[in-house]
Structures are given as C-alpha cells and as structure tokens.
C-alpha cells in the first residue's frame, strides 16, 4: 500500500514537471520580440479579441457548471460535485494557458520569420507545445491527485464529466464562433465593401483570426484534454475492478494508466525539444523526429510497465494496435482529403460541371470514407479483446489500446496548435505588410501546419471513436452489466433495449442538424453586425476610424454559446431520461447508436469538408482553369458547405459522443435504483 | 387440419380475384382512345423505351438469379431455391405489368383529358391500380400457394429473399436510370442545345419520361412487393412457432397474417372502383372516400380476425398502432418537405445568399428530419411488444403493427403509380402540342399526384422500418437466439459482438455513397451519348431524323445495372461473411447497425431531397425574384444535389435494409453451423 501510494505520488509530481516546462516555454516565447509597432498593433486587436471571447464564454461556462453541480451534489455526491469542477475548471485552464501564449506567439513568429525560417519555426512549435503540454499536464495533476485524495477512482468520474462538458462548449462555441466570423468577414468585408483579406478596417477581420484560435486551438485543446482525462479514469476503474478480483496478477492495474501517461509526458518533453533547427535535417524532418522519439520512449515506457507492473507482454501489444490504427486511420483520411489524391482530383474535375455535381461527388466520396476507419477501429476492438483472452481482462485490453494512442496526445496537439499560429502569423505579416521581408518562409511554415493538421484530425477521429467504446464499457461496470454469468448485460433482441440503439442513432442526427444551423444562423447576425458598423462608424472605411472589433467578437460569442445551450442540454437530458424511463439496459443500447452513428456522421463531415477544400486549392493551383473560373466558382460552393460541416459539427460530435457516455457513466447509480423499467 | 387446409386455398383465390380486377382494369385502360397520331407516336417512343429498360435489366437480374441458385440450392436446398425463384419472378411480373399499362395508361390519361378533367383522373388511377392491386394479388398468390405446398412457413423464406433482391435491382437500376436521362436530358439537350422541356429531338427526352415510370413506378412496386412479401412470411413464421408452443390459443396464428391482407385486398378492390366521379365529392375528395373505406373495411376485418382466429383484441391494437404510426410519419415529413413550411421557406430564403447556404441550409434541416420518425418508430414497437405481454406474443404483436400498415400497399401503390402516369401524360400533352386543348386539368391532376407521392414516401420509410425489425425478430428465432432464458440474446456488452453493430452501422454510408456515385457517373455517359446523336445523326436537330431513343435508353440501362452489381453484391455478401467470421450473433447485431443507420439516412435523403425541391418551386412560385434569378439559380443547385438523394440512395436504402435482413434469415441454418467464433 506504501508503494502504491509513493507511486500515485509520482504522478502530479510528473504533471507538475510538465507545467514547470509549459512555464519556461511561456516564458521563451514572451521574451521575444513582437516587432513592428504595427504588428503589435494588431498583434493587440487579435489579443483583446480572444480575451473578450474567453471572458463571454468562461461566464457562460461557469453558470452552467454552478447549475449542475447542484443536482450532482443532491444525487451523486459531494465528492463527485468537487471532482466535476475541477475537471471543467482544468480544462478551461489548459486552454486559457495555451490560448493566451497562442495569441502572443503568432506575432513573435511572424516576426522572427523577417530574420530566419527556423527561428521562426521552432517559435510558433514551442507556442503551440504550451497549449499541448498543458493539456496533458493539468489533466494528470488533477486526476492525481483526486485520486490520493478519495482513493477511489469511481469518485473522480465526475473530472471526466466536468472535461467533457467544458469540451462541449469550447468545441462547439469555438466552431460556431469561428465559422459566423468567416462568413462575415467573407461576404461583408471582402465581398461588400471591396476590402482585401485580412484588412484591418474590416470588423470581423480580427474575429476570423481569433476564430483560427479559438476553434482549432483552444478547442481542440478541450476536445483531447477530455479524451485524455476520460480514457484515463475509465482505464482507471477497469484496472480497479480487476485488481478487486485477482489482487495477486492484476494488483497495479489502476496504476497502469497513470503511470504509463507520466512515461508519456515525459517522452513528450524530450520530443518537443527535438523539434528545432537541427544540422543535416529539414524542419518536417525534425518534427518526424520528434513524433518518433516520443513514440519511441513512450513505447519503451508501455513495454516496462506492462512487463514490470502487469506481467503481461499483451498489454504492450493491445497499446501498439492503438497506435498502428491513428495511424491507418489517417492513412485512409489522408487518401478521401489529400490534394493530389483521385477523390479530390475527381471533385476538382466534377467542379467543371457546376455546383450541383461538385457537391453530388463531394458527398458520394465523403459518405464512402467512414466504412474502412470503422473496419479499422472495430479489428482494434476485436484484437485487444481476443488478445487479452476477452472478459474483463479483454475490456481493460481495449482500455490500453487507447491509452496507447494517448500516449501521444502531448506531441499531437502541440503541432494541432502551430497550425493557426502560423496562420496568425501570415496574417498579421499581411496586415503589417511586412510581407516582402519574410519571403515565403510563413508559406513554408504553413504547409507544415496543413499536414499537423491532418495528422490531428485523423488521430483524433481514432481517439473519440475508442474512447466512447471504454466509457461504455466501464459504464457496464458501473450500471452492473459487465458479468454475463450474473444475467448481466444488454440483450438487443429485447425490443424495449433494441428501441435505446434507436433512439440513440437518431440524437447524432439531431446534434448535428442544431450545429449546423447555428453555425448558419450565427453567420447571418455577424453579416448584420459587420454591416452595422460600415454604416454607423464614420470614417471606418476611410481608415480614420477604428472598428469596434469586441463587438463583433461579443456578438459572436454570445450568440455561439446561446446556439449551443440546446445542443448542449441534449447530450446531458436524454441519457438520463432514456435511463429513467427504459432502464439501465436500454440506455446501454442508447449509448451504443449514438457512438456508432456519432462516430460514422463525425467521420463523414470531416472528411468532406477536407476534400472540397482540397479540391478547391487544387483549382486554385492552376487547374481547369484556375482562380476565378466558372469551374473555381464551383468548387467556393463546396469549400463553404464544407465549413460547417468540418470544423463545426464533425469535431463537436467527437466530444458529444463522449459526453453522452460520460452522463451516463456518472448518473449510472441513480438510474440503476430509480429506472421505471 | 381440413379447416386449415380451406382456409389457406382462401389465399390463392382472393389473390386470383385480384388478378381478374387486375385484367378488367387493364381491359377498361387499353380500349381507351389514345388520341391523334401525335400522340400516338410519342406513346409508342415511351413504351419503346421502357421495353427496351425491361428487356436489359430482365436479363441481367435472370443472370444474377441463376448464379444465386446456385449456392441456395446447395446449402439451403431445392425448395428453397424454388421459393426464392418464385419470389424474383413474381415481382418482376408485377413490376411489368404494372409498368406496361402504366406506359399506355399515359396517353390515355391525356386525350381523356381533352374531354373532361373527371374522366382522366379515373383512367389515370385505374392505370394506377393495375400496379397496386398486382404487387397485392401476386404476392399473395405466390405465398399462399408454396405454403399449401410445403407446408411450412420457414421454407417460403427463399421468397422474400427473391423479391428483395429484384426489388434491389429495380429500384437502385430504375433510380440511377432515371436521374440519369434527368441529367442528361437538361444538360445536353435543354442548356447546350437550346431545345424546350419535353422537345421529342431531344434524344434523351423519351427516357426521361421512361424514367419516371422505371423509378417512381416499376421501383416502387417492388419495393413494396418485398415489403408486403417479407413481412407476411415473417408474422407466418412467429405464428407458426407460436401456434407450435401453444397449439390451443395460438392455432391460428399463422393463417392470420394472410386472411387479414386476404381481407385487405378485397377492401382495396372496394376502395380503388369508389374512386371515380361522384356528384357531390370532388377529385381529391374520392381519393379521401376510396383510402378510408380501404382503411375502415381492413381494420373490421383485422378486428373480427383478432377476435375470432386468435381471441385477442390487443392484435387489433397492434395493427391500429402501425396505421397511424405511418400517418404521424407522414405529418412529420409534410412539415419537413411541405413548400408551405418554415423548413422549405426558410432554405427558399437562404437561397438569396447564394448556393452554398442554400445547402447549409437544407442540410441542417434535413440532417434534424429523421429524429421524430425514428421515435415514432419506436414508440409503435415498444407499444406493440408491451400490450401482447413481452415474450414471443410480443414479437408477433411487432409483426402485427406491420401487418396494420401493409393492409394499405395495395391502394397507396395504385396512388403511387398514378403520379407517374399523369406526369407523363402531361410530357405528352406537351410533345403533341394539345396543351390549349386539355387546358390546366392535366396540372390540377398533377398535384394530387405530388400530394399521393409525398404519403407514399413516409409510408414507404415507416414500412421500411418495421419491416426490418420484423425480419430481425424473425432472424432471431431462425439462428435460435430468441429465447433468452435458454441463453440465446445478443449481448452487446461482447466486443466481439458489438463490433458486428459498428461494421453493420458503416455499410449504409458505403451504400449510399455508391448508389449516389454511380447516378453521377451514369449521368455523365448519358451526356456523352447524347451530345454524340446531335454530332453524328444528320438532320436531328432540324426535325427531320429520329434519334435513336432505344440506344440512349439501353446505355443508360446497361450502366445504371452495372454500376448496382457491386451495391448488390455488398447486400448479399456481407450478412454471409459477418456470420461465418464473427458468428450468429455478431450477425445480429450487425443488422441492427445497419437498420438503424438504414432508416436515418434514408429519411434524411428522402426528406432534405423534397425540401430542396420545394424550396425551388417556392421561389418559381414568384417568391425573392421569382424563376431565372439569383436566388433561383442557388435553388437549382440544391434541387440537383438532391434528385440522387431522394430517387436512387434514400429508397434504395430501404430495401437495401431488407435485403440485408433477408439473406442473414435464409442464411441462418448454415451460419449458425459453420460459424467461426
């Protein structure tokens, strides 16, 4: 017991050491200088903006989390009450620390980019390693300690309640959010009033720079702290049962998941460091580097830990099929989304026949894309499960296969968020016209972000779709489903269970159709607002005024978080009354439709909307007449549908599968005793 | 015995009843006058062309028949091949029988409708009914007389195989056919050419006016010949174990899925000659008269059934539940799609922004559409199962709900069929320019039939639904995983299993995207074929040579059947390979997967499809500028993308669903034995 406790304290102590790296490359970051007076003008306006949307957002997030700490205090606890805020009070931090070093980074490196390509490089990863080693750091610090604190890892469910619903909001806000800017800086700004991109007498033109920040960055930020936080107390519980049953084999079990994520974290620090200007190696070179070294360490540290904490080599195995299937899973998205790939081609070339058949082909390759991630992320199911000789033992195999992935998670998301500080960059170098003096190298770098990117989405389409399936399986757990032999389990040729996969298909369905409205929705009152000021502000096109960009920005805000509050509320309600009303079994049932066509709708959006942008770039490269064509003009038709469809529904149904679960994971005592059914 | 043996000869002989109806209507259709010489002409353009649809796809589908008796014949045996051949033919029959009055009734319609509104609108239902009573009688007919034959149930399983694997092939084939002269006809003749709407030099024109009746028509009789057909031998089958475990109250369970559409095709007879000119009622009135004494006369005989075969009145209840779950579908789908709704009038307004958020807009609509149907769906079953006490009784109460419905087929298909014919009819009207004569009833006419198309759509989907689950009830007694208590069920909480419910969930997404891929492709050769007769036929454009119609017809027909083999393929193979690698159960679960992602994309397609069309007319109406400006141009735009979405993958879909269904339950014996896991 002794053992287990120093090596539980191991673990804040590793996060901690992580947020002592995220302070020095904070600090490495600020100390660099910010430029020109007109770059860190609008380096300012970009900064003011996103605090205006954080301080909406936050307000918004914080009544939420107050409302429902009440009944989860009444009907789960007070523990489970402590835990939740903290998980949501995390994961908003991890995002606030890696937002706020985002925005200050994206002027350094546009900056640094006049002097060197590889200063400027390493600048905006280290920028953007902020926002992935606070993820991962604060995530562990927390469950660490909630768990030396309770000593029981069923109490700290409710931290991976709080991360999801935290989630929810930014991913969903962020997107809407993002998406309303776009449109309105597009057809208002650009469109209306003949200005150029990126021209700062536009309203909405900061907006959409913050937008790349708070959707992609801060969002997705949230999107991984909550798979990481979830997959980890869900592994958590099952290494926990497992250690009740056969202390003797499976007594460091819980342990497991955490410790392998400190090896992880610390493998993570080691490779962020590696990615720099290196003699003899490309800059993509040194960030492979990198991403291998992390994998590399983290691999060894699995294999250790399997052998030294769980006598087992199959463990090891089960996390490297995890890690092999983000890896064909991207394979896959790579070809439905990559430029010089024949869907994007046979899109680019529909393109040439209008609107109508650029969309019809765009859909016909999209809805053809979730089949072989599904295959992949099932043979990952089934391989764990079987290797593991199935059980109990099977279900903590599928566990590691995710921790596997999330081992991971540090490395991925921070080149997730030197994609939009690069971007940031090129803007603010637009806008400050200093273009001339850093050549193409902002180019360079934003090609290496195209890629990160991708990388991201794919790996995180793998995450949502495995962790849904852990927190499903220790929901059994926790609902007392898990031991066939003791009549448990979920029996789908009952048609009152078989009625939950139903109604659980269809929420997927109604989630998105309320994204994508709000996202369409959002966008018309910015085009009003944008207009607004044209009118009223005199002397804003001249140049002589400055426009009201918190304005905007609140707007925005407000209206993204009020569209949002639905959708929101339907993740949290209909598990539990789904539960209430069916039973147990029923929501089981439920929560598999949802995942299945979460998961399958996810995938779809995703890789749609990559592939109508691709197609369109493609156009613009030069083909079939190019920019400006009636074939171009076709494919701006697919590239915009796709927007919504990419970066607001796909991501945001990721975090509501897992929210759904996650419900029914903490709420799965009441309804076990109150269901009518 | 005796008594049994009577009563099932009842069977045959109704259906043989029909068939006279069938022969007196087609009789009272074809001594009509067909008009002047024009007229004529034209006619004989159309029923050239859908022979020449009929003869290619009739070969193709015997090939594929052939093939499959193969197998079926050696692992299933003799007399299950003989039902499955019985089963393809049969409803091939119908369709050409229904479909080659239909292809006259057309031209009759219109020179009746240069005599009185009244005259047309009863031979163009007559016309009509000839499919509706036809798809009725023969399946009854084939049915009832392998039963009498084999004298079991579970050996006339082969023919529902057969008919949803014809119904595959007529309507994933009928629709890519028809969107494809669609396409074809506006781009190349109508936009390139300069011709008008309708114009006979058009060489594509005459398939598009097949098309109608290949898709709407001869696809949608199969569809509900293997509705209609698979659910009888399903309730057969639940009764007939039924009647084997409690010989004293159930006795009769088996006979009565067939007395009571016995019954519901002697009221559909009745129905169908009320509707007809009466003083006093006004067209659409007597359609009203005709569908409620259908209605009314099936459900007393559903009643006195309940009671006197089966002494029960909780089955009359089922049934009921099932008839007005399909109206509340069709509410929910009339709100969705009707062009006086918020949904339509608010994407007709985003249209003034363009295309692409005249998608978004469609898109957030139609992606909400399928939630209410689905719980609708949901609650009939949960109804059904809970009112008959659980248990077997319970599943047979499902199949009862279903049973309510399909006592309807005869007379919604006879609707349905109608609105081709008058479509048609009014191309004719057109083409022989005898549009001053007729005035505007042939349009009146029309719009009943758009109002009789829209509740076959949410009858077709509700049908679609309940029929699968039926089909998987009665799967689950066929692999012997019925009876939980023995330890059968299909547990979830298996990995194993579960992956069976993700693979099942993705393989409608891979459908869909096939069905919609190659209604492009086929488009884009039936451009090609049409731009080279205007290249290479002298004298075309001027008038003075005919265009090849059959040609044009047969590419089309040869690439629409190609381009499903693989679709087909994927129904047939997939269900064997599931069951042989992952076992019976996995299998299971794998039809739910499927069913369920089956029914919500389909309902979306349907439904996103006929809000884009009506937003269009909406705006043609008069509405943001009315036809030829912005606005209208963006509306054409979502009109196309959803013409491949509503005609070829979202009906397809439901029987696809079926076919699935089906191949697992006439596969179950061998699965079951040669399972792997």
Same mark, same amino acid.
């Given at each position: 017991m002794d053992e287990a406790f120093y090596m539980s304290l191991i673990i804040p102590i590793t996060g901690a050491l992580g947020? !002592?790296?995220v302070a020095y490359l904070a600090w490495s970051v600020r100390r660099e200088d910010s430029g020109t007076p007109r770059m860190r003008e609008i380096a300012e306006y970009i900064r003011e903006g996103a605090n205006a949307f954080l301080k909406r957002q936050y307000s918004t997030i914080i009544y939420f989390i107050i409302l429902l700490s009440i009944p989860i205090s009444i009907f789960i606890g007070l523990k489970a009450t402590l835990a939740f805020i903290c998980g949501a009070s995390l994961s908003l931090l991890a995002a606030y620390i890696g937002m706020s070093i985002a925005v200050q980074a994206n002027v350094k490196t546009a900056n640094a980019a006049r002097k060197s390509i590889e200063k400027s490089?390493? /600048?905006?990863?280290?920028?953007?390693?902020? @926002?992935? =080693?606070?993820?991962?750091?604060?995530?562990?610090?927390?469950?660490?300690?909630?768990?030396?604190?309770?000593?029981n890892p069923e109490l700290v469910i409710g931290f991976g309640f709080g991360a999801s619903l935290a989630a929810l909001f930014a991913q969903l806000g962020g997107g809407i959010y993002t998406k309303a800017a776009d449109i309105g800086a597009d057809l208002v700004g650009k469109v209306e009033a003949g200005l150029d991109e990126d021209d700062p007498r536009n309203p909405a033109v900061i907006a959409d720079l913050v937008g790349d920040n708070v959707g992609d960055c801060a969002g997705r930020g949230a999107d991984l702290f909550e798979s990481y936080s979830d997959n980890i107390i869900c592994a958590m519980i099952l290494g926990f049962l497992l250690a009740q049953l056969w202390e003797e084999?499976?007594?460091?079990?819980?342990? *497991?998941?955490?410790?392998?994520?400190?090896?992880?974290? /610390?493998?993570?620090?080691?490779?962020?460091?590696?990615?720099?200007?290196?003699?003899?190696?490309? =800059?993509?070179?040194?960030? $492979? !580097?990198?991403?291998?070294?992390? #994998?590399?360490?983290?691999?060894?540290?699995?294999?250790?830990?399997?052998?030294?904490?769980?006598?087992?080599? $199959?463990?090891? &195995?089960?996390?490297l099929a995890g890690l092999l299937a983000s890896l064909a899973v991207g394979v896959v998205a790579q070809y439905y989304t990559g430029i010089n790939m024949k869907p994007v081609k046979r899109i680019a070339a529909s393109s040439r026949r209008g609107a109508a058949i650029n969309i019809i082909m765009g859909l016909a390759y999209g809805l053809q894309s979730p089949f072989f991630p599904m295959l992949i992320i099932s043979a990952v199911i089934g391989f764990s499960y079987m290797v593991m000789g199935g059980g109990l033992e099977g279900f903590y195999g599928v566990a590691a296969?995710? =921790?596997?992935?999330?081992?991971?998670? #540090?490395?991925?998301?921070?080149?997730d968020a030197?994609?939009?500080?690069? +971007?940031?960059?090129d803007g603010i170098a637009e806008m400050a016209k200093i273009k001339r003096q850093v050549g193409g190298s902002l180019e360079k770098l934003d090609s290496i972000g195209n890629t990160t990117k991708a990388l991201t989405k794919s790996y995180a389409m793998t995450c949502a779709g495995l962790s849904?399936?852990?927190?499903?399986?220790?929901? /059994?757990?926790?609902? $007392? /489903?898990? +031991?066939?032999?003791?009549?448990?389990?979920?029996?789908?040729?009952?048609?009152?269970?078989?009625?939950?996969?139903?109604?659980?298909?269809?929420? %997927?369905?109604? *989630?998105?159709?309320?994204?994508?409205g709000a996202a369409g929705k959002t966008a018309f009152l910015m085009v009003d607002e944008v207009r607004r000021q044209f009118r009223q502000i005199k002397g804003l096109i001249e140049g002589k005024a400055k426009p009201n960009y918190a304005r905007c920005v609140d707007i925005s805000t407000k209206n993204a978080l009020m569209e949002m509050f639905f959708p929101a509320i339907i993740g949290v309600v209909s598990p539990i009354i789904v539960g209430l009303v069916l039973g147990e079994r029923a929501l089981g049932a @439920?929560?598999?439709?949802?995942?299945?066509?979460?998961?399958?709708?996810?995938?779809? *959006?995703?890789?749609?909307?990559?592939?109508?942008?691709?197609?369109?770039?493609?156009?613009?490269?030069?083909? &079939?007449?190019?920019? #400006?064509?009636?074939?171009?003009?076709?494919?701006?038709?697919?590239?915009?549908?796709? +927007? %919504?469809?990419? +970066?607001?529904?796909?991501?945001?149904?990721?975090?509501?599968?897992? !929210?759904?679960? @996650?419900?029914a994971l903490l709420f799965a005592p009441i309804i076990v005793m109150h269901a009518l059914l």
């Open positions: 947020m !002592l790296v490089f390493a /600048l905006a990863f280290r920028g953007g390693a902020v @926002m992935g =080693l606070s993820v991962v750091s604060l995530s562990l610090i927390g469950i660490g300690l909630l768990y030396i604190i309770f000593g084999s499976w007594g460091n079990a819980l342990m *497991f998941p955490l410790v392998t994520q400190a090896i992880a974290l /610390l493998a993570t620090i080691v490779g962020v460091f590696v990615v720099r200007k290196w003699r003899n190696l490309s =800059l993509i070179g040194s960030f $492979n !580097l990198g991403l291998a070294i992390t #994998g590399i360490i983290s691999a060894i540290g699995f294999y250790y830990a399997s052998i030294v904490l769980l006598h087992r080599i $199959n463990i090891f &195995y089960c996390a296969a995710t =921790l596997g992935i999330l081992s991971m998670t #540090g490395f991925i998301m921070s080149s030197f994609g939009p500080i690069v +971007d940031n960059a849904a399936v852990v927190i499903f399986l220790t929901y /059994l757990k926790e609902a $007392n /489903l898990w +031991d066939k032999l003791a009549l448990g389990g979920i029996d789908v040729t009952d048609p009152l269970i078989l009625i939950g996969l139903f109604i659980g298909g269809a929420l %997927p369905f109604l *989630f998105s159709a309320l994204a994508i @439920m929560l598999l439709g949802q995942t299945v066509c979460s998961v399958l709708l996810a995938s779809f *959006f995703i890789n749609v909307g990559g592939a109508w942008d691709n197609a369109k770039k493609y156009i613009e490269a030069g083909h &079939y007449g190019g920019k #400006g064509r009636f074939a171009h003009a076709a494919s701006v038709v697919g590239d915009t549908v796709g +927007d %919504p469809l990419k +970066d607001v529904a796909g991501p945001s149904l990721h975090i509501f599968t897992k !929210l759904i679960n @996650m419900t």
